[in-house]
């Protein structure tokens, strides 16, 4: 079976996928769905029996990470599986890895090393840490970098210390930066002719990723703080309780303000000198947040976010997961999108959030199974049916 692509937006380029568990895997999504001929390469599975980070193959995280790709599996540890490797770097145009920084070293496959093959080829790595510097042998997991890069300071209510968020933003948000890079790389080739070595980590993913907070530090020596529910310069932002339930407000600057009063029936709160401006709200947050739940909890979730919006105010329902996918938008959005497996029958998985007019992402081909296609690419790279066999006897493949 020949590659069935995703998109047409990327189906020239060719992409060598050696990433596990979820940085890398996130990255290469971005190029599957997107219609490259992705090429997910994994150990023969007599060398590679024990499930792995990544959870089980036919389970929803795997699913969800490795659409839209052809599989092959290859020893890179052996001379003769790296030749293979060397002979499918001739033909590609990315190659994306996150092994820590020494593997690719050992194994022979970095930069420069791939350069030589293929002077256009692009290798995207993503590290814990980076490539160099004083914490590069470290093992680098996302809560570490969460740790470590500050969002967990700043997450939860005070007082009660530190808390992850509830995604694992410090690799999601690595892999998706470190698949910018590389699309960058392929612009600039363009002009150059020539590939380059993309670097991304989950540390620098996560600091940049602090944005305004970060920015408050770097410009004003002011550290942020853990603010709740509460939007930690906005007010009000945040949390308020009604009859039924929870809902998000977000009344913030003074036009936004006075429109949420008035939708509230609460005009006193205007008059009253401690919330007239934006420094004397957030001067008085708390006292301003007992204000506004003793009058939210007197109608239900649906009246409030009705009355809020229809007076301009943002205003929104706080959702379980269940509930997020029985949403009339997110339906409308398409961000459950169907595909079969025929391993394991029809599934939904979450779409493309970006959509293109002209060449939209689709899920074409659901996750391949181990070396699915490992026969019909070794048969496009030249080798007859004899090699091939000799190989998988060898465990090469």
Not at 42 to 60: I, Q, S, T, V, W
Not at 289 to 304: F, G, P, Q, Y
Request: aromatic residues 6%.
């Amino acid at each position: 079976m020949s590659h069935k692509a995703a998109s047409s937006a990327l189906s020239r380029f060719t992409v060598l996928d050696l990433t596990r568990v979820r940085a890398g895997p996130t990255c290469v999504r971005q190029f599957a769905d997107w219609g490259a001929d992705v090429i997910k390469i994994e150990l023969p599975e007599a060398l590679d029996a024990a499930e792995g980070l990544g959870g089980k193959r036919h389970g929803p995280d795997f699913q969800n990470l490795h659409r839209n790709k052809r599989g092959m599996t290859l020893n890179l540890k052996d001379p003769a599986g790296l030749a293979v490797f060397k002979r499918l770097v001739e033909k590609a145009d990315v190659v994306i890895e996150n092994y820590r920084p020494d593997v690719k070293n050992r194994l022979g496959i970095d930069y420069e090393s791939l350069k030589k093959i293929n002077p256009r080829i692009i290798l995207g790595s993503i590290s814990g840490f980076g490539q160099d510097g004083p914490y590069v042998d470290r093992p680098g997991f996302d809560q570490i970098a969460q740790g470590m890069g500050g969002i967990m300071s700043i997450t939860g209510e005070p007082g009660k210390g530190p808390m992850r968020a509830g995604i694992p933003i410090a690799d999601l948000c690595g892999g998706l930066l470190c698949a910018h890079g590389v699309m960058v790389a392929l612009l600039e080739r363009e002009v150059s002719g020539e590939g380059q070595w993309v670097d991304s980590s989950l540390l620098a993913a996560q600091i940049f990723m602090l944005d305004f907070q970060a920015a408050r530090w770097l410009m004003d020596k002011d550290v942020p703080q853990q603010a709740g529910n509460n939007h930690p310069t906005s007010i009000p932002t945040g949390v308020f309780e009604t009859s039924d339930g929870f809902i998000n407000i977000a009344a913030t600057g003074q036009v936004i303000w006075e429109r949420f009063c008035k939708a509230m029936d609460a005009e006193d709160l205007m008059s009253d000198p401690r919330y007239a401006n934006g420094a004397a709200r957030s001067e008085n947050r708390d006292a301003l947040n007992v204000e506004i739940n003793r009058r939210t909890k007197e109608k239900d979730s649906a009246t409030w976010i009705e009355y809020f919006n229809e007076a301009g105010v943002p205003a929104g329902a706080i959702n379980s997961i269940d509930q997020v996918f029985a949403d009339p938008q997110v339906k409308h959005l398409g961000m459950a999108a169907p595909v079969h497996s025929d391993a394991i029958g029809d599934i939904e998985l979450v779409a493309q959030a970006v959509k293109l007019s002209r060449t939209p992402s689709s899920l074409a081909v659901a996750p391949p199974e181990r070396g699915e296609h490992t026969d019909e690419i070794l048969t496009e790279l030249g080798y007859n049916a004899s090699e091939i066999s000799d190989m998988k006897q060898n465990n090469i493949i």
